[in-house]
């Protein structure tokens, strides 16, 4: 993950990523790439999965360090 974490610092993308989770995770996070105006991705096949950006101080069960950009994924299953 670290070089994609480079990749994106290099063009200006305020992302780190620690994990790629599932397809819809690397659906939004290519949406962002493409556009940092996008919040969210939707896959509909054999399951259905949503993803979504959310502020991190919005999830009561977030403890770890903020984001630099306030924001992280929360995932709807």
Do not use: F
Not at 9 to 22: K, P, Q
């Amino acid at each position: 993950m670290g070089e994609l974490t480079k990749a994106m610092e290099r063009i200006g993308l305020d992302m780190r990523v620690s994990a790629v989770a599932n397809d819809t995770i690397g659906t939004l996070a290519g949406g962002r790439y493409h556009n940092p105006d996008v919040i969210a991705a939707v896959i509909l096949g054999t399951g259905t999965n949503a993803a979504h950006v959310e502020r991190a101080q919005a999830i009561p069960k977030w403890h770890g360090l903020l984001p630099k950009s306030g924001e992280m994924v929360g995932i709807s299953c």
